[in-house]
C-alpha cells in the first residue's frame, strides 16, 4: 500500500495528449519519515505504520510525544495500517506514486459554523406564499408532542446545529501528474478541506 501526507493547494485543469481537460487538485507534499512500525506479532497486536511530517519548536511538544519521536518535533503525526515492510527512519516521499493510480483522500471539511436546516440538510423550507410570514427557512414539525417517538424528539433527528469540521473521504481519484523534485501530485476532482488542509493520500 503507498501512502503519504499532502497539503491542500489549489484546483487547477489537467490536458491529457488526447485533449480531454481534467480538473484536478494540486497536493503539496513533504518527505514523511517513518516514527514506528508496528506489527501483529509485537504487543500491538496489529500491522501499521506511523509517520512524521513537518516540524515544530520542540517546546510546544509534550515530553511523551518527543519520547516516542527520540526528541524531534513533528507538525503531524498519522499510522496508516499496512503490512508493508518499513524501517524506523526512513522516508516516503512522492514519487513513491505515479500517473494513473487510484487513491483516496482523507481530511477534515471546511467548518461553516451553526447552520440552519435549509443549509444543512437541504430543506426545502415553508411556501413562500399563502400567508407566509416567517416561517419560510423554518425546520416545520419535529414531532416532539404524542407523535411517532412518544412525547419526545426522536434521536437523529434533522435539525439546525453545527455543520462541517467533519473527516470526509473521497475514493477513486486518479493521480494526474507526479512532479517528485517540487513534492507536487495532481489527482482528480475535488478533496476535502481549504486551502492548506493535511491530507492523508493512500493508493486504493
Do not use: C, W
Not at 110 to 129: E, N, Y
Amino acid at each position: 500500500m503507498k501512502f503519504i501526507l499532502a497539503t491542500k493547494e489549489k484546483m487547477t485543469r489537467i490536458f491529457t495528449d488526447d485533449g480531454r481537460a481534467y480538473a484536478g487538485t494540486i497536493l503539496a507534499t513533504d518527505p514523511v519519515t517513518v516514527t514506528q512500525v508496528k506489527t501483529k506479532e509485537g504487543k500491538d497486536g496489529y500491522a501499521a505504520i506511523q509517520v512524521g511530517q513537518g516540524s515544530r519548536k520542540v517546546k510546544n511538544i509534550s515530553k511523551p510525544v518527543l519520547g516516542h519521536t527520540k526528541g524531534k518535533g513533528y507538525e503531524a503525526i498519522r499510522e496508516f495500517r499496512t503490512d508493508s515492510a518499513a524501517e524506523v527512519g526512513s522516508t516516503i516521499s512522492a514519487d513513491i506514486f505515479a500517473v494513473g493510480d487510484v487513491v483516496r483522500v482523507s481530511g477534515l471539511s471546511k467548518g461553516k459554523g451553526f447552520a440552519g436546516v435549509v443549509k444543512r440538510h437541504g430543506f426545502h423550507g415553508g411556501p413562500r406564499s399563502h400567508g407566509q410570514k416567517h416561517t419560510e427557512r423554518s425546520p416545520g414539525s419535529i414531532g416532539g408532542s404524542g407523535g411517532r417517538a412518544g412525547g419526545r424528539v426522536a434521536k437523529g433527528m434533522k435539525m439546525a446545529g453545527r455543520m462541517g469540521s467533519d473527516r470526509i473521504t473521497v475514493r477513486n481519484l486518479k493521480v494526474l501528474l507526479v512532479d517528485a523534485k517540487e513534492g507536487k501530485i495532481i489527482v482528480s476532482g475535488a478533496v476535502p478541506g481549504r486551502r492548506g488542509t493535511l491530507l492523508e493520500v493512500i493508493s486504493a
